[in-house]
């Protein structure tokens, strides 16, 4: 009597997708495609000519390869899915359908970056992205350091104006290097070469020196927080005391610049409640699918004279184009429909790098420990700071995501890879 075969393991999975990729020869393609248009956040060329070269390499990975790769999280795509058709039904009905369409573009490079990195890239190749991603991120940091040292500048708003890089559009953008840094020290506790490492160590100086100069209380915050849960994830305690020398390297600098940082540190006012309130206001007004994306901007000076805010309270009387906080912005943007899609979105990338962080041990392990830290740096700075209005943004959730999803399902746990 023949008995059915037992369902395989993730690991064996694991070592059925590595053989296919050596008998399908898969180029580098992919990984490449994933790579330059990573290392373009950090260029000073324009958004659309790295998006190009992203198109042209993944084109040419679809033409001359099949994927050979296990799919990524299914609950975790289903989630996406919706998210994009929650947007795109609630751009069609917006107050300016044109303009939403438009700036939904932005999507164009993540849904690219998404597709290549869980359906082309090789398991064993995410540290060399994780790689990349330091890379950039010491070349942003780099950047903002030489352009404060070159030209004596001081104001935030001054040095990222000085760059002339898309991505630092303003100083709270240098939030991109928090999310990054999880990722970074993740690999450097378990990478077994040293140039990388090295390359690792200098990305993270070079990081918490830069949220120094730029003044961002809310990404040193974060990066810290970060750090020390990569370390508690991976039982690395010996870590801290180079996460202490870290802390006090850039306390040292802040005191160089003249404290500006605590000084900023010290005052409890701020305009972001004021913004939160009137993007609530919008919401009540279009509750289910809003008022469509991209339209925090025209509306916000309406809507803020219109509450009348208390004498108390902060309020931004510039022209400010989104809410500071991803949640609040897809109330109002994207209605209770929008909301819901993002925070599932969220919770399944979360969950599915949770599993793949039980399931798996050495450079996998790290690097999913360092996934859902990353992740969960960019829920809590979703909450305060981010919007999709920005490419790096959305560059990075879908990266995030991809890397989350690129694990075992969620039934699954076992605790060794297959050699």
Known sequence: MSHPSPAPSWASELTLARAGERRLALPALPLAAV?????????????????????????????????????????????LVVFLVV?????????????????????????????????WVAVRDLGALVATLALAALALAATVLWASWLEGLRDPTAIVRALGI???????DVALL????????????????????????LSLAATAAALVVLQSRSGLAAMAAALVAVVVLLR?????????????????????????????????????????????????????????????????????????LAAWLPVDERLVPWAHSLYVEA?????????????????????????????TEGESRALAA?????????????????????????????VLLALAGKGPPPHTVIRKEAP
């Open 178 to 201: 928090a999310v990054i840094a999880p990722l970074s020290l993740a690999l450097l506790l378990r990478s077994g070469t040293r140039p990388v490492r090295a390359l690792l160590a």
């Open 331 to 359: 109330l109002a943007e994207q209605g209770l429909l929008g909301f819901l899609a993002l925070v599932a979105v969220l919770g399944c990338a979360l969950r599915a790098a949770w599993c793949r962080y039980r399931a």
């Open 236 to 308: 690395a305690r010996r870590t801290l005391a180079g996460l202490g020398a870290l802390a006090l390297a850039a306390v040292a600098l802040d005191g160089a610049r003249g404290f500006p940082l605590a000084a900023k540190l010290g005052r409890l006012a701020d305009t972001r409640p004021a913004l939160w309130l009137t993007g609530l206001a919008m919401w009540a007004d279009a509750p289910v699918l809003g008022h469509g994306p991209r339209s925090f901007g025209p509306l916000y000076a309406a809507y803020r004279d219109e509450l009348a």
């Open 370 to 398: 360092g996934t859902l830290v990353g992740l969960a740096t960019f829920v809590v700075l979703g909450a305060i700071e981010l919007t999709l209005l920005r490419q790096w943004v959305v560059v990075v959730a879908c």
């Open 87 to 119: 947007t795109a039904v609630s751009a069609a009905g917006a107050l300016d359908p044109a303009r939403s369409l438009r700036l939904l573009a932005v999507f164009l490079p993540g849904i690219l970056l998404y597709v290549l990195i869980a359906r």
């Open 166 to 172: 898309s991505t630092l559009v303003v100083p709270n």
């Open 35 to 79: 790579c330059v248009y990573v290392l373009g956040l950090a260029s000073p060329l324009a958004v659309d000519v790295p998006l190009a070269v992203l198109a042209l390499l993944a084109l040419a990975a679809v033409v001359r390869s099949r994927p050979g790769l296990r799919p990524g999280d299914a609950a975790l795509e289903r989630a």
